[in-house]
């Protein structure tokens, strides 16, 4: 099996090249002013449009409202509109009845119960992502959670990990869930929002290697 990886936050090109040079298959693109990654959607268009139909691109929204998120999709045109606030079920079907795009939701994890009530989403998120529960930012922190959680649920839906992932950790992070997606953000830079483009060619090694090892 060949784990899947995402590069969250990108705001270069430098970046964009290094993600899919070493192999990501996805990247994303963070529209949440209070980020170190935020990007202006004139800025994150450009963005999309260098990366067009080479890696699969996600756009990110927090608890944006509906002008906001009809602009960001309109403006950007992702593959995929990731949402990483408080939205609920009923908006994220909205979203995906009414625009087409794949719609991807991020979970704080605490307990066992958290995971329960991801089954909410089934119908309404192509996707969750399995992310340390929000703090001052609702992602990008570098902070993990507590990986067994995930060992035996009974996942509805499709599904990646987040939350504190790094060159070091990811391979441990993999044998204990067996994540088919991981997605790492502040594991791959040298200072808040600025990516390191050594540190994301490690990440993608570690996973290959993790992938190598478990065929």
């Not at 800025?43 to 691109?57: D, F, G, Q």
């Not at 609920?88 to 329960?116: H, M, R």
């Not at 996942?155 to 070091?168: T, Y």
């Amino acid at each position: 099996m060949t784990t899947q990886i995402k590069i969250c936050g990108l705001s270069t090109e430098a970046a964009i090249d290094a993600a899919i040079e070493n192999g990501a298959t996805h990247m994303g693109l963070v529209h949440f002013e209070k980020s170190p990654r935020h990007v202006s959607l004139q800025r994150a268009s450009e963005l999309r449009e260098y990366a067009a139909n080479r890696i699969r691109v996600a756009l990110l929204l927090v608890n944006a409202d509906p002008k906001l998120t009809g602009k960001a999709i309109g403006d950007v045109k992702p593959d995929i509109v990731q949402f990483h606030g408080s939205e609920t079920p009923e908006w994220l079907k909205l979203i995906a009845d009414n625009t087409g795009f794949e719609v991807w939701k991020a979970l704080g994890v605490k307990d066992k119960p958290t995971l329960a009530k991801s089954s909410r989403y089934v119908g309404a998120a192509d996707r969750l992502l399995f992310d340390a529960p929000a703090k001052a930012l609702p992602g990008g922190t570098g902070t993990s959670f507590d990986w067994s959680l995930l060992a035996d649920h009974d996942h509805q839906i499709e599904w990646g990990l987040a939350g504190g992932l790094d060159p070091d950790n990811v391979q441990e992070a993999l044998t204990v869930t067996k994540a088919k997606l991981v997605d790492v953000s502040s594991g791959v830079e040298s200072a808040p929002g600025v990516k390191d483009v050594d540190r994301i060619a490690a990440f993608c090694q570690a996973v290959r290697d993790y992938d190598q090892n478990h065929k």
